[in-house]
């Protein structure tokens, strides 16, 4: 288990879904993740990009999404990228009639029962196929919680936005300096607000 990706999980849940309400807040208790690491971290926050891929098609902007994620995974040389939503809502608890969002509720379907709410361990040819899925599930089902991203034994959290976008959170300055390299090398573009850079209607 990742200790930064960890503590980076649970303070998310606790900024986006801590309620006000007393009866709302037990809930919360009960429901949200308990960090099994002690002591906690002293995690430093060393800096936020927001990248995309300069491909101009949807399919092929989101092919060179994940393999820039895999690509990432083998120059940080890390066993897998997990993949986990900040809160326990089961991967197939919205339903869509979206011919890309229906392809991807099968590709699940295969691999996960209805109420399944975990994470997954990805690399080569899966996170591959998988990252195109993960978009469309984000993209049209708003009832899905948020899904972050992070290698094995790395110290930065990723992101992706219904608009496309890879948002990356790092806690490490050798890490980061290291993926913005990467990805620059790549051609992914560095932007400042997200706003779809393809057009995903053509799907």
Known sequence: MNQVFTEHLIGAQQSK???SEEEELKHFEEMKDVNPFSPHLNIEYHGKITLIP????????????????EGLRKFFRQESLLVLGDWPTPWLYQENDHKAVQKALNYLKKRIDATFNGG????GKELIEFIPHLFW?????ASLPGFLMGYTQSDT??????????????YSTNEFEKLR???SRRGFLKIRNCNSPVDFNQS
């Open 17 to 19: 879904y801590r309620p």
């Open 54 to 69: 300069s491909k101009k098609t949807p399919k092929k902007y989101l092919l060179d999404l994940a393999l820039g994620l």
């Open 120 to 123: 997954f361990e990805l690399k």
């Open 137 to 141: 599930l984000i993209r049209c089902n």
């Open 157 to 170: 959290v990723i992101s992706l936005c219904k608009h496309g976008s890879l948002h990356i959170d790092s």
């Open 181 to 183: 390299k990467y990805f």
